[in-house]
């Protein structure tokens, strides 16, 4: 591997696994047996038969400026929802997260992609991501590390409950 050749790894909370999904362009991908992650656009143009026929391996990626509202009818058929993030401080994906979690029920694996910095994965896990694309050499080093830090107290709720018991919100711990 050269230098400049970018390393990823897939990071949950239980720690680095392997990945079991590939990034396609384009729905030729789909003719193997292997997981895919679609763009947006391209798994709305699936018809509903091949859609159907590859449910258990089809995941769509979004990107920051696509709305969620044509992805939501096909939530119960998508094991995997990829959301971007172009640029460390492009957000958007957060709100896309908690929405999916909270106000839509999304319970399938909602994956961070782009780029992810150690510092913002607790608040990605406090928002329903569920595993992480990680490309950053520090969020890598410090996540083999097990060193994934975090604030204990949190002001707001989250798609992620910590254990709030009885108390003011300024002093909501996450749960252990």
Request: with cysteine.
């Amino acid at each position: 591997m050269s230098e400049t050749e970018t390393v990823t790894r897939l990071w949950t909370p239980d720690g680095f696994r392997e990945e079991e999904w590939s990034h396609a362009e384009d729905a030729q991908a789909l003719a193997g047996n292997q997981r895919v992650i679609l763009p947006l656009a391209v798994f709305l143009d699936l018809d509903d038969a091949t859609r159907a026929a590859a449910a258990d391996r089809i995941g769509v990626h979004v990107l920051p400026g696509e709305a969620l509202d044509a992805l939501l009818p096909f939530l119960s058929q998508v094991s995997l929802i990829s959301l971007g993030f172009p640029a460390f401080n492009d957000g958007r994906s957060y709100s896309k997260a908690e929405l999916l979690r909270s106000r839509h029920g999304y319970g399938g694996t909602i994956r961070a992609s782009g780029d992810v910095l150690i510092d913002q994965i607790p608040l990605m896990i406090r928002t329903g991501f569920s595993e992480f694309e990680v490309t950053n050499e520090t969020a890598l080093s410090r996540l083999g590390e097990g060193r994934v830090g975090g604030i204990p107290f949190h002001y707001q709720p989250a798609a992620k409950a910590g254990d709030c018991g009885a108390g003011y919100s300024w002093r909501r711990r996450p749960a252990a």
